[in-house]
């Protein structure tokens, strides 16, 4: 089977679409074509896909990505037995395509939702956004076949279909937790708790605990955490490969969620927290409610209020003293995502599916 893959908008190393369901689809013999912004994104492409460059959709600047993403889905239509899109803007892409192959939305997030976290949309815009957003979801339902990332984005559609859950490789053995680092891996921006973990590096500095950001920060971010860096507060390595990135996990003391109480945040489940667990430390986590129903669940972590650097800098240093709690709070974590979250198991239902819409047979 040939897959077509495409974003404009994400990573081209983005973990859910590289390294898992692009990675699980080739482990299992098929052929794809990864559709992307490398070149707005510095980045080449993996060599065991075929690499197609896009321009990258920021902000308002879209338009130009999105024809680009129609003409190559266009001259490739006869060439590829299912094609997988990544965002609500390639929608427009392969609308009224004749002669297209099946086409496969993967829902990341819940769309209309998130309008509120774009500051470059101006407020009196959002509502009409949020309702053509609705409407474009129903179009894409009744003409495309869906994956969700979440089950609790099942709701804001008519028929069931496959939840394909951002879940992580979980490696076969960890190290134990260390006392002396506290890491966060992910998107970071204002509503992700960036100005909080720069108060949270800053009130551990004495405790000689070091904070480490590992990923992509939004354009408002970015003057904040390199003056955070210059100052010596924490260590930011901007955005890593998340295979290199996962690396960085390991011995780290905590991991670190502290997004805000957002609509798009309140049904999501934080990847990153998963990952935590996947590498055996412990979680401290503000309290979204997926986040609470797995830390209390799984007893792998803390809960903090919403934008307390306070509440998270003695949940650390509770950690830091209590080497025992914390290596159990940590394997508890690991134990629990090897037996539950383990992406193999998703992976397969995910392959399965493709092939199934595809027309063509695993073999």
Not at 108 to 132: C, V
């Amino acid at each position: 089977m040939h897959v077509l893959v495409m974003t404009v908008v994400h990573h081209p190393e983005d973990a859910r679409i590289l390294h898992r369901q692009i990675r699980a689809l080739v482990d299992a013999g098929h052929e794809v074509t990864y559709a992307a912004p490398y070149t707005a994104r510095g980045v080449v492409p993996r060599p065991w896909v075929n690499g197609v460059d896009l321009p990258r959709a920021a902000e308002r600047r879209r338009l130009a990505a999105v024809r680009a993403a129609r003409r190559l889905f266009r001259s490739m239509r006869g060439k590829v037995d299912v094609a997988l899109i990544h965002d609500p803007e390639l929608l427009l892409a392969v609308a009224g395509v004749r002669g297209r192959p099946p086409v496969v939305w993967d829902v990341h997030e819940d769309t209309p939702a998130t309008l509120s976290l774009k500051p470059w949309l101006p407020a009196f815009l959002r509502p009409p956004m949020r309702f053509l957003a609705r409407l474009l979801e129903g179009t894409a339902e009744r003409h495309l076949h869906l994956l969700l990332a979440e089950s609790a984005y099942a709701g804001r559609f008519k028929q069931s279909h496959l939840v394909v859950p951002n879940e992580t490789w979980v490696p076969d053995s960890v190290s134990p937790p260390g006392d002396d680092r506290v890491v966060y891996l992910g998107w970071l921006s204002e509503a992700r708790g960036v100005r909080e973990a720069v108060e949270v590096a800053r009130l551990l500095q004495p405790h000689r605990v070091a904070v480490e950001l590992i990923g992509y920060a939004d354009p408002q971010s970015r003057p904040v955490l390199n003056d955070a860096v210059a100052e010596g507060l924490l260590e930011w390595r901007d955005f890593m490969p998340n295979d290199e990135a996962l690396k960085r996990l390991d011995g780290a003391l905590a991991g670190l969620s502290l997004l805000h109480d957002e609509p798009n945040y309140r049904h999501s489940m934080p990847t990153k927290i998963i990952e935590y667990m996947a590498h055996g430390i412990p979680v401290i986590t503000t309290p979204s409610p997926r986040a609470v129903e797995l830390v209390e669940r799984y007893q792998c972590g803390a809960i903090v209020p919403w934008e307390d650097p306070d509440a998270v800098a003695r949940a650390v240093l509770r950690l830091r003293d209590d080497a025992a709690a914390r290596r159990a709070t940590g394997g508890r974590g690991y134990a629990a995502a090897r037996a539950n979250h383990h992406w193999p198991s998703s992976a397969r239902r995910f392959v399965a599916q493709l092939e199934a819409w595809g027309g063509v047979k695993g073999r």
